[in-house]
């Protein structure tokens, strides 16, 4: 998972609770690598996010403090990604919308 590179604090959260990153790993249930990445500023899941939260002995509303807000520099990516989706995914059905068809509709398997 690639993603872009965005700053975060959970390096710093860490090392303020006297963490070393494979502690902090086993405590969230991840790898060493995936807080590395985390770390380093790549893209993680929400999930993996929730986790160093907790293993972090934080609220999952304290997320901004830890990742940053939507606001950040960075998170345009995001925004500019979900909307070339969203775009992308209009044309495809504009241009196939001759082929949609309605499904079958089911009559239980009796036949009329």
Known sequence: MGGAVRSNNVQRYRESLMMSKAAL??????????I?????????????KRKILLALGMKV???????GSISD?????AQQAAA?????TSRSLN???DSLQEPPQSN?????
């Open 84 to 88: 070339s989706l969203t775009l992308a």
């Open 95 to 97: 241009a196939g919308s």
């Open 61 to 67: 509303s304290d997320k901004a403090q830890v990742f």
């Open 108 to 112: 239980g398997g009796y036949e009329s």
């Open 36 to 48: 590395d990445r985390v770390e380093a500023g790549r893209a993680c899941r929400l999930d993996t």
């Open 73 to 77: 520099p960075g998170a345009g990516t």
């Open 25 to 34: 790993a086993r405590k969230a249930g991840l790898s060493s690598l995936t």
